[in-house]
């Protein structure tokens, strides 16, 4: 069974732009996390989509949303992009909402110059 | 936002040698404790994870201790290989809620 995919894995983005980086979850997998890695904050959960609605919020600011389609691909938008937004994202998938174990994508290393 | 303790920052030990990685935790209402293995340029992997019904989980050369009431957890890895050099997290969250915390690694490094 193919693993969790995100796309692209590497982008360069500038100050004040926007990005959407995509995840696909494993086959079968409804629920989609989104984490942001930094070296300075560690794993941060940003936020969780199942069956197309958002289940759950981390504490980031309005400018980092996300949407789910029907086929559990889901997909995080990140507006007026800030220096501080370089990161490592992650997107894990899980069976479903509330289902533990998570399985973690290789993530999309955004670098904001 | 910084729930889970996790210690050391970084281990080093001898190959065969027993790694042993700590974290504590604050929220009673955590009841589900995965491990994750991080290789340079990878995502994360679930390694081993455990619930609070249980004091310790085994699979293979990892083992999770818990104690639930000092809220802490820790993996002990034995026979420690240099291919198990990684970055090593623990976390910790509600088994119904996918808003897991993770605390800030352990960079391992297994030296043969």
């Known amino acids: 069974k193919a693993g969790v995919t995100q796309t692209p894995r590497y982008l360069i983005k500038t100050r004040g732009q926007q990005v959407t980086l995509s995840c696909s979850p494993i086959s079968g997998h409804r629920s989609v996390s989104w984490y942001q890695q930094t070296p300075g904050q560690g794993l941060q959960f940003l936020f969780e989509?199942?069956?197309?609605?958002?289940?759950n919020k981390g504490n980031f600011p309005g400018r980092f949303s996300g949407r789910q389609f029907s086929n559990s691909r889901s997909e995080m938008n990140v507006s007026t992009l800030e220096l501080g937004d370089s990161a490592l994202y992650l997107c894990?998938?899980?069976?479903?909402?509330?289902?533990?174990?998570?399985?973690f994508g290789p993530g999309t290393r955004l670098t904001v110059t | 936002q910084q729930q889970v303790k996790q210690s050391p920052q970084s281990l080093i030990v001898q190959k065969g040698g027993i790694s042993i990685i700590n974290c504590a935790y604050e929220n009673t209402a955590f009841d589900y404790f995965p491990w994750y293995q991080q290789f340079p340029g990878k995502g994360p992997a679930l390694l081993i994870a455990?619930?609070?019904?249980?004091s310790e989980k085994k699979e293979g050369r990892f083992t999770i201790s818990f104690n639930k009431s000092a809220k802490q957890f820790s993996l002990h890895i034995m026979d420690s290989q240099p291919g198990d050099s990684a970055t090593y997290f623990c976390a910790a969250g509600e088994y119904n809620n996918n808003d897991m915390r993770f605390g800030a690694g352990t960079r391992l490094t297994v030296k043969p």
């Open positions: 455990i619930r609070p019904d249980v």
């Open positions: 989509y199942f069956s197309e609605t958002q289940r």
């Open positions: 894990a998938s899980s069976l479903g909402s509330g289902l533990g174990e998570q399985y």
